[in-house]
């Protein structure tokens, strides 16, 4: 039998075995879809939508190749990326994933970055948002804000290692003379302010249809990490009743103790490959086990942003020829590279903050730059507005589509 008829055969019955474990499992399928449902509408739609609407107008307005010209000696050096590839790093940091693969996308489809500058770009650019690392996962699921200090600099830590280790992907000749010009040339805002007015100069979309432009696409790609949100919630919902999560465990529990974590991690650390925000809620219910192992597992699943992300980030780099084999390889550097940081600053990190596990007298993150509760109050406040955040585009998506639809079949 060929290799193609094996795959489809493959493929073919896994479908048809999760379909019947729906079948079977309705009231499981039903809450595993109202799970994924709740964390996008409260929490990743308002979080995500601004800055992917920011970032549209940003390179439409050409502030993008303005950033792009002063960035250039430090991105090409150190990453082998344009410039422009800061100005994707630091919306990636800022907004979470998928919005570095957006971005990355909207890049390569302008010329703006050749194909294998896109896929080492890509493969550093999508990581979690603060606001998922400290509300969600620290405050929301550990209870400790300290938490999320520690896995904060491991995860934006981390993804520095796979950027300078992705630098040597693809040919390297090819751009070997221009990284050495670019690391001694200065930075000339003459040159940027240039590329700025040119980039609009060209854009000829007046303000009105620009913006109407970004909110759709934002819109659009939201709606598709919703729809991954919920197929992952309830695939792992489904994959943990009819035994596979319990056999993957059993199996990673034999690698474990190798690395001296408890083998009780083993199905939250499967749950979070397949998706993040189970993982990290089952990984903080696990009983006598130490914080540091449940620190070490979250910051590697989070790193390696779960099949959940994993897909949205393929179905987004599938518009164009950039291959999702290297981010999936980056996504595991990612991983280890993000649990060995931790293992590595547990013990500083913890004598500086007078103890990780002490949450009964914790200190405002960021002291002083955020008050104590920050954290708290923003998951709060996302929890009550966000969802009436997120009606109130959807209508206004709603309306800018028809309006569209019926000047086009006018």
């Given at each position: 039998m060929s290799y193609s008829k094996m795959k489809t055969l493959f493929f073919s019955f896994i479908i048809s075995l999760l379909a019947l474990s729906l079948i079977l499992n309705p009231q499981a399928s039903f809450e595993?879809?109202?799970?994924?449902?709740?964390?996008?509408?409260?929490?990743?739609?308002?979080?995500?939508?601004?800055?992917?609407?920011?970032?549209?107008?940003?390179?439409?307005?050409?502030?993008?190749?303005?950033?792009?010209?002063?960035?250039?000696?430090?991105?090409?050096?150190?990453?082998?990326?344009?410039?422009?590839?800061?100005?994707?790093?630091?919306?990636?940091?800022?907004?979470?994933?998928?919005?570095?693969?957006?971005?990355?996308?909207?890049?390569?489809?302008?010329?703006?970055?050749?194909?294998?500058?896109?896929?080492?770009?890509?493969?550093?650019?999508?990581?979690?948002?603060?606001?998922?690392?400290?509300?969600?996962?620290?405050?929301?699921?550990?209870?400790?804000?300290?938490?999320?200090?520690i896995l904060a600099l491991a995860h934006y830590l981390g993804n520095i290692c796979v950027g300078l280790v992705m630098r040597f992907h693809g040919p390297y000749y090819k751009g070997k003379k221009m990284e050495r010009h670019s690391a001694f040339k200065g930075i000339s805002l003459r040159k940027a302010f240039s590329e700025l007015h040119q980039t609009r100069l060209k854009n000829q979309k007046p303000l009105g249809k620009l913006l109407g432009d970004a909110v759709l696409s934002s819109v659009q790609t939201l709606l598709m990490v919703g729809g991954f949100l919920i197929l992952f919630s309830v695939l792992n919902s489904m994959l943990a009743l009819i035994g596979v999560t319990a056999m993957l465990a059993s199996l990673l529990g034999l690698l474990l103790p190798l690395f001296q974590i408890s083998t009780e991690l083993s199905i939250p650390l499967i749950s979070g490959i397949f998706e993040i925000t189970l993982g990290g809620k089952l990984t903080s219910e696990v009983m006598h086990v130490s914080l540091m192992d449940q620190i070490i597992i979250t910051s590697f699943f989070l790193a390696f942003s779960g099949l959940s992300v994993q897909a949205q980030v393929a179905s987004i780099l599938a518009e164009s020829d950039i291959r999702f084999k290297p981010f999936f390889i980056a996504r595991i550097m990612h991983g280890c590279f993000a649990a060995l940081i931790t293992f590595l600053l547990w013990k500083p990190i913890d004598k500086k903050l007078n103890g990780l596990e002490n949450a009964s007298i914790d200190i405002p993150v960021f002291a002083p730059f955020l008050p104590a509760g920050f954290w708290e109050k923003l998951m709060t406040n996302l929890g009550v507005y966000g969802p009436i955040f997120t009606l109130a585009v959807l209508w206004v998506y709603l309306i800018i589509l028809l309006t569209r639809r019926i000047k086009t079949v006018s």
């Open positions: 595993a879809s109202l799970r994924g449902l709740k964390m996008w509408w409260e929490i990743v739609f308002p979080s995500l939508l601004p800055f992917l609407i920011i970032s549209e107008l940003l390179i439409g307005f050409g502030v993008v190749a303005f950033i792009g010209v002063l960035l250039e000696p430090l991105m090409r050096p150190l990453f082998r990326v344009p410039g422009v590839g800061g100005f994707v790093w630091a919306m990636g940091m800022a907004s979470g994933y998928p919005s570095g693969a957006k971005l990355t996308v909207r890049l390569r489809k302008d010329n703006q970055i050749t194909a294998y500058e896109a896929e080492r770009l890509v493969s550093f650019t999508n990581s979690s948002n603060p606001l998922f690392i400290f509300g969600a996962i620290a405050v929301g699921f550990f209870h400790n804000a300290k938490v999320g200090i």
